[in-house]
């Protein structure tokens, strides 16, 4: 039997651990939010209503982390948008990589250290109009990828903010105010959501900051 070199052995195995690299670039984020006169505009035409609170909420009517393709759902999904040079496995889960949380600039070296924050959380959205929407509407809202609903972030980060809005929680990084609050009016104009008036004025003020 024939034996290959030592160097070409080397060369085989990093083709077939790089098959599960996913290249991506330091601070990958979710995609961007509009610029700051199209979100002025969006939250202009944002209805100004009281919350309907969270009487009748549960997670479970927010069906999420969907599959996305083949073993991939939607988390391992962000994982992989949102790290640098993450390795998966055959299942499509994080076995290693680095992700930075845009939150409260920390980076985070384990999957398990990592959430991935709904940025209109679930209950807030409830309560600004997904309790009247079908359970399949609100599976898409929970799994979205095609704005800013979605990121990774430091898990008890993720844990302080809760279900709260932008009223009750901003990020511990002053300097994502901006960032962050762009994508909480570009969620909540594109899904028809309302605001409360604190969450408004909240918004307004961080929004003061770009």
Not at 8 to 37: E, Q
Not at 62 to 81: A, M
Not at 84 to 93: E, G, K, L, Q
């Amino acid at each position: 039997m024939t034996r290959l070199p030592p160097a070409l052995l080397l060369i085989g195995a990093l083709v077939v651990a790089a098959t599960h690299l996913t290249a991506t670039p330091a601070f990958a984020s979710p995609p961007d939010p509009p610029a700051l006169s199209t979100i002025n505009s969006e939250l202009a035409t944002i209805a100004t209503k009281a919350e309907t609170g969270s009487a009748g909420y549960s997670r479970d009517l927010f069906p999420h982390w969907s599959t996305q393709s083949g073993s991939c759902d939607t988390r391992e999904i962000v994982l992989q948008r949102d790290g640098v040079d993450v390795v998966t496995s055959s299942t499509c889960s994080a076995t290693s990589g680095n992700w930075y949380s845009v939150y409260d600039g920390a980076w985070n070296y384990a999957s398990s250290d990592v959430d991935i924050d709904h940025v209109v959380a679930l209950s807030e959205a409830w309560g600004s109009g997904a309790s009247t929407w079908t359970t399949s509407k609100r599976q898409q809202f929970a799994n979205s990828l095609s704005d800013g609903q979605l990121i990774a972030v430091t898990d008890n980060v993720n844990a302080s903010k809760s279900d709260r809005d932008a009223a009750e929680w901003q990020p511990p990084l002053a300097s994502y105010h901006c960032t962050y609050a762009k994508h909480v009016v570009h969620v909540k104009y594109g899904w028809g959501l309302s605001m409360d008036s604190a969450e408004k004025a909240a918004i307004k003020s961080m929004l003061a900051t770009c």
